[in-house]
């Protein structure tokens, strides 16, 4: 693929994360399957677009991270890395509504899917994989408890949004050679 082609199709995703996170706000879930259907595809868009900046604009990414004050930092990097933990749980034996839990407070705002909390997860049994990645898969998983367990969904996934949008942005407009 020809690097326009490539500018465009990061293009059309950061369009479809921004989409999907805005419909979290507008989004009244029956139950919590269905909260979850809709954060679980927020969780794709958004770990989609940061694993193709992470190819693909390396430089890019840093720089946009370098950018921020050093105190938002660890807010960046692990809402990003709990949200990578969240996908790679997506596919094993969790449920995935347990994921999220719906606000103590009732009310218009409460009823939308973005008001909804991310739940405290015990530990995930990592016996079944491979040692080396065991670390890795752990580190995720502390930075889900750190950075998305207590928080809503919405607030989460505006952290995302925002960095994914600056570090997409700079890289579908054409950055200067050096920047990238």
Not at 132 to 139: F, L, S
Request: without cysteine.
């Amino acid at each position: 693929m020809d690097a326009t082609a490539e500018e465009r199709a990061l293009e059309w995703s950061l369009t479809g994360m921004r989409d999907v996170i805005e419909r979290l706000a507008v989004h009244q879930p029956a139950d919590a399957e269905a909260a979850f259907e809709a954060v679980g595809e927020a969780v794709w868009w958004a770990t989609i677009i940061d694993a193709r900046l992470i190819r693909q604009y390396m430089d890019v990414y840093d720089a946009i991270l370098a950018a921020h004050p050093q105190a938002q930092h660890p807010v960046i990097e692990g809402t990003l890395t709990g949200l990578r933990f969240v996908r790679n749980q997506l596919s094993e034996d969790w449920p995935q509504a347990a994921f999220i839990e719906p606000p103590a407070r009732g009310g218009d705002e409460a009823a939308m899917t973005s008001a909804w909390r991310w739940a405290h997860l015990p530990e995930p049994g990592l016996a079944a994989m491979p040692t080396h990645v065991q670390p890795w898969e752990m580190t995720r998983y502390q930075a889900y408890q750190d950075w998305l367990a207590g928080n809503t969904v919405g607030r989460v996934f505006q952290r995302a949004a925002d960095f994914l949008n600056l570090a997409g942005g700079r890289a579908t407009a054409g950055a200067p050679a050096g920047f990238r």
